[in-house]
Structures are given as C-alpha cells and as structure tokens.
C-alpha cells in the first residue's frame, strides 16, 4: 500500500499543473456550500442578536427593513426622520422607555450615531478608555474606529460633509473623542456616539457665533434694535466646540420638532407593548411601530429561500465539476494506458492498479480536504466582519 | 439592594440563535428585564440618589422623601441656578444620578449642552406646559458670576404660582414612588401636609392679589412672571440686580416706566443694596423683598421664606 | 497452438536451453510478440504446454503466474516503457512497488547501484527519465528487467529505435548482463545485422509456411 502511495505521489509532483488545477477545483466546489453556511450562519446571528435585544423601534411610515436596518445596524439606507415629539409621546405614555437615534452623518465611512448616554447602557457597552460623552461636541468612538483612524482620548474627529458641493449644507463639526468603548463584536465597533445635540449641531440647527450685540465689523450685522439683531451670513460660526465657546451654542426654532430617524422603545412589559403597539396602529398617520425580530425573521425567511436556490444551483454545478473531473481522471488514465499495460506485463495485478488510481485519487482528494478546511477556518475567523461588509453594512 | 440584570448578555443571544425556540415567555422576561436594567425598581434601603436644577424642586423632593433621598443642588450656592455653567465632571456625576429633577419651561439654560440619561430626567412641569408664558424680552446683562444672558423664551419660575408648585410637587412625588413604589405610603404622608401648605400660600395670595386690586407694582427682576399672572398682579419689571447699584440708563429706563406705570412698590429677589433703596425712596418707591428662592438660601426653607415673602406683600395691601 | 480472431500460432515443439541466446525473426503479424506472451504466462496457450525450468506456465493460476512473471522474467521494450514521473532508481525498482511478492531491501539496493554502474548510468540515478538519451533509456530498461535476477530474458525489438552505434553497445550490455546472470535471453529483433551474436535464430516464416522447428 505504501508503494502505490509513493507511486501516486511521485505522479502527482510530476504533473503538478494538473494536480493543483484538480485540488483547486475540488476545494472550490467543496468550500461553497460550506462557506454559504457558515456565512448564512452568521448573517443569522449578527442579524438577529441584534434585533432580539431591540424590542420596538418606532420610525417613520415606509420601508420596515431600511428603518431596522439603519437604527440596528447603521445602514447606509436612511428611513424618513421623525420628530423629538415622538420621543415625548413615548416617555409621556410611561409604557416604555425611548432611546432617540440620529444616523444621518459620518465621519468619513463611519457612521455618526446621535443618542443618549442611555443607548451604552441598554447596548451593556462599556468605556474601556476616557469617559462617556458629558458635553455638546463630545464623541464616544467604537475600537473599530479608534484602530482604523489611530485615534486616542483627546483626539479629533470631523464630521464629513454630506454632499461636497452643497454649500448651504452642513458643516463639518470637528468633535473631541472623550471615550473609546470595549470591543463589543457588533456594529458599535464602527461607529461614533455622539449626543443627539451634537448631530442637530452639525446639521446647522444648533450653532455657536460671536455674540451678536457686541459685532464690531458693520457689514456683520444687517439690523440692530434694542431687542432683535440680525447678522448677515457672513458671521463667524464656529465650527468645533470647546471650553471656551461652549456657552454661545444655542439652538433656534422649537426643539421638539427636531429630526431623529428611530426611537428604540423599551417596553414595560408585553403589555405595554402591545398597547403601544396599538397606539401606533390606530392613531399615527405617519409613523410606524416596528418589531426589529420580526422584520429581521422575514428578511432571513428570504435570505433563506435564496440560499435554497443557490444551494440548488451549486448542487448543479457540484455534478458538472465532478463529471468534469471524472473525465479528467478517466482522460488521464486512458492516455496512462500505455503504462499500465507494461506494469501488467511486468506481472502486476489488476488490484494493484486499482489500489495505484485509488491512492492518487485519495492523495487529491487530501489534499483538497485540507485546502478547503483551511480556508474555511480562515473565513470563520474573519466570518464577522465579512459578513457585516457583504450583507449589513 | 438593587436588582440586577436578569441576563447576561451571552444568554440573551442564546436564547435566539434558533428561530424556533424565540417564544412568548422569553420574549416577556426579555422585555423586563431590559426595563428594569435601564430604569431600575432601587431597593427601599438605599437612599435615592437625586439631582435637583433649582432649590424649589430640590425642596419637594427633599420634604416627600425624607431619608429615602440624597437630593443634590450641583451648582454653587451663589449662582443662578438656571445660568449655571457645568463641566464635564459636574455633568458625570449627573450622569450616574438615580434621578434628575428637572423644573421645565427652559428653566436650566445649560441643558442643551450636557449629555444627560433621558431615563433619569423628570420634567416636574411636562403637565402644565400649556401654561407656560412665553417671553418677548430680549436684554442682555451681567449676573454676578454667571456671565451674560437673557431672559428670551420662555419664563421659568413657575414656582411662584403656587397652583403650579403643587403640581410640581405631585410630579416629584408620582416619580418618587415610580422609583420605589414599596415606600409609597410613606410618599403618600410626606406629600400630602407639603401639598397642603403649598395650596395654603396659594390661597393667601389669591386673597392679597385681590386686595391689591391692580395696584401697580414694579419688579426688580424679570422673574415674577408666573406671580403676576396667577395672581392678578399689576407688575412690570425692569432688569436690576439687588446688589448693584443700577446705571443713570437703567433709572431713565425706570423712570419712563413709572411715568406709564406709577408705582409706589418694587419686588425684589433679594435685598438691594442701600443707595439704591434711598434713591428708589426718592422716586417713591418702596423696596419689599418677594425672593424666589431659586438656589440653596442660607437660612429657612422654601416654605418659610415663602410665607416671608407673603407677610411682607401683605403689608403692602393693607 | 494459440488462436484469436482468425490469428493462429502453431508451434509443435520448441525447447530452448539454458543460457540460450535465441534470436526470433519474421514478418509482421507472424506471431513473435504472441510467442513472448505465451512464454511469459500473459496469455495462455489453447492447446499444448509451456515450461521455464520445471515450472508449467500453462498450469499456474493467474496470481501464479504474475508472480512467477514479476519474479523470474524480465522485460525489454522497443519503446523501453520507463515512466516519466520517477527518475532512474525508482525506474529500475518498479517491479519491487508493483507485487508484493518483491521487496525492497539492502541487498536490493546494492544490487542497483551494481547493475547501474555495470551499464553506465550510476550517475543519473537521480536524474528524470525524460533527461536520458535514448540508449541510456534503454540500458535504464536493462537494468530494470534485471533487477530480479531473472532467468529469462524477453526483450522485444530492444533495439528498434536505437542509432547503429546504440544498437551495437546495447546488445553488449545485454549479453553481457545475461551472461552474468547465466540467464536465457528470447529476443525478437528485426535487425539482421546482429543475428551472427546469437547462438539460435528462429525464423517464423516458417510457421506461416506450415514448417516445424
């Protein structure tokens, strides 16, 4: 049995192109059907650890899954805003608590998450280094976000703006990192936590500028009177916030109209649930109650459907490469049939060319199996991020 | 004790990595216990760690909770509460509060600014918001050390109308036995006797703004809003501080006033300096303490400075 | 007598000897291959026997017989039939990988590296086939087939596609290796230029032409 091996062997280098290609192939078609799963796996995982820890999210009338998508998992599909007024309707109702989300900026690819200090207790996230954020303009950055950018505890971030030849637009905001959280193995790894406030500011409802009554330059100020001044636009407005300015942000116009793109609910009990649930049913036009589990269920209740057909389809493809590979070997033995006619005149039996086919086939089929083996094991220790690149991000 | 969270992480996800074991029980215990974590039940032993904006509020919590409270003022005692500028260690202990009180109508100007735990904050005036006044004066001035402001907006002593006060109170009340419903009762006998005296004080000055009968009255500070229109009161205020002397356009401001508004009395937060007092007498018009009591007062409570500050408007209606 | 699809092989008697060096000569399709085969054992003959020694081929199993083969026969090809993919050594040791009735010992690997330096090629051991000239291909073969130490020889148009000088030093070699071994070489060649080396010349004419050895 050795012999045969030794034999195959020595074939098998012989004619390395061929052995390689056929490994290729062999580890290819295996990998997939195993990748899909493990990927699948994940995608379930990722997905539903996420929203089965969401109870409700409330949002605007429309798409569900772009609603779940961008409040779970910072989705580059923005919802409808809603208004801080739904927030007060959720905390004046006392069936549950909100947690307000804005994630309508970045900071270069990462997403800008404008919440409370609430959102890091309800994610059980921790600061592995600084504090959390205390002051407008503050920011708490993801180990992600931290590694990628090389930033530390003290650090700046600008806030990108939205569309580069919209003048009128947002400005970049430059916000000081006060905190890097712990990894958490999720989203939050990737993203910047600011207060609400700070995303209001970089949208431009919220703004510091130089006091307006003590404008010394003329062409700053369009009209005084003893109770109003207008300022031109030309008026500096600063475009980072700090100790010494802190005091002149402000907002202007009725705050609870300000713009959010989900409120996560938490509900008392499955009672106050259902009954907030209702409300939304019966009395709102135009916002939507949503359960994140249910939503994620159905899109997985595709997804899975999908990988049947894809399933189908490699099991197809799975037969063509194996008859293709069949010819391969049938081909290869059919040219070696010069070979083996002279080793049977040698005097060797029938068996022994069979156990000769069968060694060089086990030692490809080997090494095929470890190929794909280790790239399996490759994917499922970058399975995380992957799939959060593929499929959520 | 305080209760804990009743899952780990971990054995949340656990619970749905298979579809088909997600069911109605766990879904309920996951709902609750998230809850509870973010805005948990404290044990009856512990007292209630609260932060108050403004001694008024500071004073309800304190008299309805007794021991079961720590209730904290965070700014020093000689600032205007509402123009307090915190830092970041200030707004950190904020943050891990049990409870922040806050008055409502705008009062605390720094809270746009400081990132606070919406779970812990009550609004004691979120039922009454229809009754806010809204403002049109647009001044800027110095206020000891609280830098420059202005009273735009919204007015934010809704204290001073005592019918609000009492609301004000119930609020810190229905949340005080929210956060620890076993001590209910003991809420429940605390807060009726404050109740009380608080609608007293509103009696007594319905009572004398029927005996001033539209006198005019003047205030040194735009701070009497809510006095004014609770109880009938003919008031206009200028922008003085007590303890600075006013400047020659702030006594022409006076004077113009006085000449559509003769008053023969003005209202102040606190106890102005001589000079000023002599030259109001001048003018003919008195000075009367009616302090709104917004920070920590060195001595008496809010009750007891309040009926002062009743007694001494009383003589002015005798 | 052997037959098959309308071929037919009918040989009365043939006895070679011991040591014997016997030439087969004939036309195409006359039956010098089917003749090696049926000594050989790879084909049995329909009537008759054949016997090495005191062995009866005709009579052995198949198993049998491929052992005797492997064991006491070696084979020379016109083509030499060395494998691309193991270089000389594993060449000249391919008989011992293919039954296991040889093993590879010591005494096994002495015997290469004689038999390797007897015809020249001791130092391309090491080396792939396919870098041989053809007669160092064909003296790999000789050493392949004499590996076993067998005692008889068939070599099939050995020198069939050797150049003059190869085909001279190639029948050297293997008369030398056969007489060394005191083994009994049957070889089929078409090359009459050489005829004169061997002590018997059997001409298969004459079988077409009905006439007995």
């Known amino acids: 049995m050795i012999d045969s091996f030794y034999l195959a062997w020595r074939y098998i280098v012989f004619n390395r192109v061929k052995t390689i290609t056929l490994v290729l192939c062999i580890s290819l078609i295996s990998f997939l059907p195993f990748s899909l799963k493990i990927l699948l796996k994940e995608s379930e995982h990722q997905l539903m650890s996420r929203a089965i820890t969401t109870p409700l999210l409330v949002g605007a009338k429309g798409n569900s899954l772009d609603l779940v998508m961008n409040s779970l998992y910072f989705s580059k599909e923005k919802p409808d805003f809603i208004s801080m007024k739904a927030v007060e309707k959720v905390m004046d109702s006392y069936l549950a608590l909100p947690i307000p989300l804005y994630t309508r900026f970045h900071a270069r690819k990462y997403p800008i998450v404008g919440t409370t200090v609430d959102y890091f207790e309800f994610r059980q996230h921790n600061i592995a280094d600084g504090r959390s954020f205390a002051m407008l303009g503050e920011a708490v950055i993801g180990v992600g976000v931290a590694t990628q950018l090389n930033l530390k505890v003290g650090d700046s971030l600008l806030s990108s703006p939205e569309n580069l030849f919209d003048l009128a637009g947002v400005y970049p905001l430059k916000m000081t990192v006060t905190g890097i959280l712990k990894k958490t193995n999720s989203v939050d790894d990737k993203a910047v936590f600011v207060d609400l406030k700070t995303t209001w500011v970089i949208q431009g409802l919220g703004h510091g500028h130089q006091d307006v009554k003590t404008i010394q330059d003329k062409s700053d100020v369009l009209s005084r009177s003893d109770k109003l001044v207008t300022t031109s636009t030309k008026i500096k407005q600063y475009t980072e916030i700090n100790l010494d300015n802190l005091d002149s942000f402000h907002f202007h116009g009725d705050p609870s109209i300000y713009p959010l793109t989900a409120i996560i609910a938490i509900p008392q009990d499955d009672k106050s649930a259902t009954i907030l649930r209702g409300r939304y049913l019966s009395e709102q036009k135009n916002k939507q109650i949503v359960r994140p589990k249910r939503v994620i269920e159905d899109l997985l209740g595709n997804i899975f459907q999908i990988k049947e057909f894809i399933d189908a389809v490699v099991f197809i493809v799975a037969i063509a490469m194996v008859l293709a590979i069949f010819l391969v070997f049938s081909l290869s033995f059919r040219l070696r049939q010069k070979e083996i006619n002279t080793i049977l005149h040698l005097g060797c039996s029938r068996g022994t060319v069979v156990q000769l086919i069968v060694a060089e086939i086990f030692i490809i089929a080997i090494f095929s199996g470890l190929l794909c083996f280790s790239s399996l094991l490759v994917l499922q220790n970058f399975q995380g991020e992957i799939v959060h690149k593929l499929f959520i991000s | 004790m305080s209760i804990n969270f009743l899952f780990h992480k971990d054995t949340v996800i656990n619970i749905t990595m298979n579809r088909s074991n997600t069911n109605f029980v766990s879904k309920i215990i996951l709902f609750s216990g998230l809850f509870l974590a973010l805005n948990p039940v404290v044990a009856e032993d512990k007292p209630l760690n609260i932060y108050a904006v403004n001694y008024p509020v500071k004073f309800f919590a304190e008299s309805i909770a007794g021991d079961h409270a720590s209730v904290t003022l965070p700014m020093p005692a000689d600032i205007d509460p509402a123009f307090w500028e915190p830092k970041a260690e200030d707004v950190a202990g904020l943050q891990k509060a049990d409870m922040i009180l806050l008055n409502g109508a705008n009062y605390a100007k720094w809270l746009p600014k400081v990132s606070l735990p919406l779970f812990k904050l009550v609004n004691t005036s979120s039922e009454f918001r229809d009754a806010y006044i809204s403002l049109n004066e647009g001044v800027t001035h110095n206020h000891g050390t609280g830098g420059k402001h202005s009273h735009t907006g919204t007015a934010f002593t809704t204290w001073l109308d005592f019918s609000l006060a009492e609301k004000q109170a119930k609020s810190v009340f229905k949340a005080l036995s929210r956060k620890q419903p076993k001590l209910n009762a003991g809420f429940v006998q605390n807060f009726i006797p404050l109740q009380k005296a608080l609608l007293e004080l509103d009696v007594q000055l319905t009572e004398i703004g029927n005996a001033l009968n539209g006198q005019a009255l003047l205030g040194s500070h735009p701070v009497y809003q809510y006095l004014r229109n609770r109880y009938k009161l003919n008031l206009e205020s200028v922008h003085w501080e007590p303890e600075e002397a006013p400047t020659e356009e702030q006594w022409n401001t006076l004077k113009a006033l006085v000449a559509k508004h003769p008053a023969k009395w003005m209202l102040w937060e606190g106890v102005p300096v001589a000079e000023t007092v002599t030259k109001l007498e001048e003018l003919g018009i008195k000075s009367i303490v009616f302090s709104p009591v917004s920070n920590l007062p060195e001595t008496g409570d809010f009750l007891s400075i309040m009926n002062e500050n009743i007694a001494r408007l009383k003589t002015i209606s005798n | ?213």
Do not use: W
Request: contains cysteine.
């Open chain 3, 1 to 213: 007598m052997y037959g098959i699809d309308g071929f037919h092989l009918s040989i009365p008697q043939l006895k070679i000897e011991d040591a014997e060096k016997v030439a087969i000569i004939g036309p195409s399709g006359s039956g010098k291959t089917t003749l090696l085969k049926l000594i050989s054992g790879i084909i049995q003959p329909q009537y008759g026997s054949i016997s090495i020694e005191d062995t009866e081929i005709s009579q052995l199993s198949d198993a049998e017989r491929r052992d005797y083969r492997i064991s006491n026969i070696g084979f020379i090809f016109q083509d030499f039939e060395l494998l691309d993919y193991l270089n000389v050594q594993d060449n000249i040791l391919h008989p011992f990988r293919i039954t296991k009735a040889l093993k590879i010992d010591a005494q096994t690997k002495a015997r290469v590296e004689a038999l390797s330096q007897e015809m020249g090629i001791a130092n391309k051991l090491n080396r792939l086939v396919n870098h041989l000239s053809q007669g160092e291909k064909q003296r790999a073969a000789i050493c392949r087939a004499m590996i076993t130490t067998p005692k008889l020889i068939l070599a099939d148009e050995a020198t069939g596609n050797l150049d003059p000088r190869n085909k001279t030093k190639i029948l050297d070699a293997l008369f030398r290796s056969t007489d060394k071994n005191n083994a009994t070489l049957i070889a089929v060649t078409h090359d009459h230029e050489l005829l004169d080396r061997f002590d018997r010349i059997i001409d298969f004419k004459q079988f077409c032409q009905g006439e007995g050895i």
